[in-house]
Nanobody
């Protein structure tokens, strides 16, 4: 069983920055493929970014390219999302997700609210 706890959300003005963190339990964090998703009110959950086990491969959705950076600290079982140049349309609940094991079982955190004011 893997538990994920996000933190770092809050209210920020447009153009500002936030850094989200996701603390993971489990004995083998370095083997998890980790992702960030978001869900705005009335909209479907969408992927924001993911990062491979060894910090090598990273994917960003077009709407965050050049503004957000995903990273992970395998020694401390933590995933990060640095969000710069925030826009009101980035307002959403942000979730981290872990794909674990041979069959990529998916685990979700509880989410953290990000609100960007104009």
């Amino acid at each position: 069983q893997v538990q994920l706890v996000e933190s770092g959300g809050g209210l920020v003005q447009a153009g500002g920055s936030l850094r989200l963190s996701c603390a993971a339990s489990g004995r083998d964090f370095s083997s998890y493929v980790m992702s960030w998703y978001r869900q705005a009110p009335g909209k479907k959950r969408e992927i924001v970014s993911y990062i491979s086990k060894d910090n090598g491969d990273r994917y960003y959705a077009d709407f965050v390219k050049g503004r957000f950076t995903i990273s992970r600290d395998n020694a401390n079982n933590t995933l990060y999302l640095q969000m710069n140049s925030l826009k009101p349309e980035d307002t959403a609940v942000y979730f981290c997700a872990a794909d674990v094991g041979r069959f990529s079982k998916r685990y979700w955190g509880q989410g953290t609210q990000v609100t960007v004011s104009s």
